[in-house]
């Protein structure tokens, strides 16, 4: 019979910074499941500008650069964050464009993305872009399929520490 084979250390968990406590909440469920585990995280930040004012002098530019002012803000607040839990740190993409088309990319580009983290919202309200497209079922993740953590926002460091 044979032997069941163990995924290599170099399995990274993938988390999305979009600013959100939600997103911060699972970027410290993924920190200590990494480390507990040996595993890696990295973080994606998509900086979409919308580009309905394009046509108007220079709006567009400023809306981009602020967009990308942005998730790059949120980007490096998220890996302060697991650089505390994990003492390395993470490794960061900061992408232009929509974000299931950059999450897509970045899965197909790196086979050692294993687990993608996501936290889920504690207001009620509808689900994102990104949940709806996962819960279709549509192919996000076009020939390769991966594994998706819904960390509830609300759930605390302590609950986090107990689970992880």
């Known amino acids: ?21 939600e997103s911060r909440t699972a970027a410290y469920f993924a ?9 890696g ?19 567009g530019d400023a809306m981009r650069a602020e967009a990308l002012e942005m998730a790059e803000a949120a980007l490096e607040s998220l890996a302060e964050d697991v650089e505390g839990v994990m003492e390395v ?5 900061l992408k232009e464009g929509d974000l299931t088309g950059c999450l897509r990319d970045l899965i197909d580009a790196d ?4 687990i993608l983290v996501i936290g889920a919202a504690t207001d009620g309200g509808e689900p994102g872009k990104l949940v709806s497209a996962l819960a279709s079922g549509r192919g996000l993740f076009e020939g ?11 759930l605390s460091k302590e609950a986090i520490k107990a689970l992880a």
């Open 89 to 93: 740190r993470p490794e960061l993409h």
């Open 31 to 39: 920190a200590r499941r990494a480390r507990k585990t040996g595993g």
């Open 144 to 154: 390769r399929e991966i594994p998706v953590t819904v960390v509830p926002g609300g």
């Open 111 to 114: 086979p050692e993305i294993a």
């Open 41 to 59: 995280v990295c973080i994606l930040a998509a900086a979409s500008a919308d580009g309905e004012f394009e046509h108007f002098l220079g709006v």
């Open 1 to 21: 019979m044979g032997q069941l084979q163990i995924m290599s250390a170099a399995r990274k968990f993938l988390i999305i910074a979009d600013g959100s406590e």
